[in-house]
């Protein structure tokens, strides 16, 4: 999913926070060349609003201080744009984790000037719990394509990267807002699938270039196209997690994506898998 952002024409009153439904958004102003509060520290699914006052600027992602294409974010601050918002969702931080949740910011036009930021955002209570890490600690993977001790992800495809399964959202059957998202993959079609038992104990078995986490009785949860090594289900029209699934209050079951991986790497198969990553429903 991509980040959520909008400019609004009129600028809002400064205030510390404003409570907005099951969210909260924070107010930074733009003081001639600085931000105030320089550093903040929000929830995911919370909104960072900035106000501008004086001279134009940007609110541009990084540390570098040059607009290159590389940002996550990026857009002007000025008298035609007096206030900027953007929204930390869970897809954004989980398709673009920061280590320590912290990211920076700066203004492109100031940076010399010291006008830089940061936002560290406080992630989420944990939804569910990864296994079945391609690194070596359980089943080796099929060529020694192990990926890093403590990255929670598959084994290694020929990105040199090993596919990362998380979630986000609210394991609840009656109130369900549970979003996989996977990430570390080629732009290559992806199957989500859904198992009631994890492969040997949590170990996995070798399987394509990959480890099979997930089995026991499966459900094919949905097709996806990767984009920019990443996707998301269920997204659009979709139904929720529980209802593809057919999960029950108490019940355990594990996810897992399948993904194709064409490029000649590891053996002769065109697939990879990513971690295994297990959800606990309650009613």
């Known amino acids: 999913m991509n980040p959520v952002f909008r400019f609004l024409s009129s600028a809002a009153a400064c205030i510390a926070t404003v409570a907005l439904a099951h969210a909260t958004t924070h107010i930074v102003t733009q003081s001639n060349f600085g931000f105030t509060p320089a550093n903040i520290t929000i929830n995911v699914g919370d909104t960072v609003q900035w106000n501008w006052q004086n001279f134009s600027h940007t609110v541009t992602e990084g540390t ?81 394509n192990n990926s890093a001790a403590g990255s929670n992800a598959g084994c290694l495809n020929s990105l040199g990267s090993g596919a990362q399964l998380g979630a986000s959202g609210t394991p609840s059957v009656s109130a369900d807002t549970v979003v996989l998202t996977a990430t570390g993959m080629p732009d290559s079609s992806v199957l989500y699938f859904q198992g009631t038992t994890q492969i040997a104990a949590g170990a996995g078995a070798a399987f394509g270039d990959g480890l099979r986490c997930a089995g026991g009785s ?8 990767n984009a920019g090594g990443t996707s998301s289900w269920p997204s659009g029209a979709d139904p929720a997690l529980s209802v593809k699934g057919g999960a029950t209050a108490s019940s355990t079951l594990d996810y897992q994506v399948w993904y194709r991986n064409a490029a000649a790497f590891c053996t002769t198969s065109t697939f990879n898998l990513s971690n295994g990553y297990a959800v606990t429903w309650t009613p």
Do not use: Q, W
């Open 64 to 144: 570098d201080g040059v607009v290159n294409g590389n940002e996550l974010f990026t857009f002007p601050l000025d008298p035609t744009h007096p206030t900027v918002t953007f929204t930390f969702t869970p897809a954004f931080v989980a398709a673009h984790p920061m280590p320590g949740g912290l990211y920076n910011y700066f203004c492109a036009v100031h940076f010399s000037f010291g006008m830089v930021g940061t936002i560290t955002v406080n992630g989420p209570a944990a939804t569910g719990t990864a296994y079945c890490a391609g690194d070596g600690s359980g089943t080796a993977c099929p060529c020694g």
């Open 218 to 225: 499966v459900v094919r949860l949905g097709l996806k196209t």
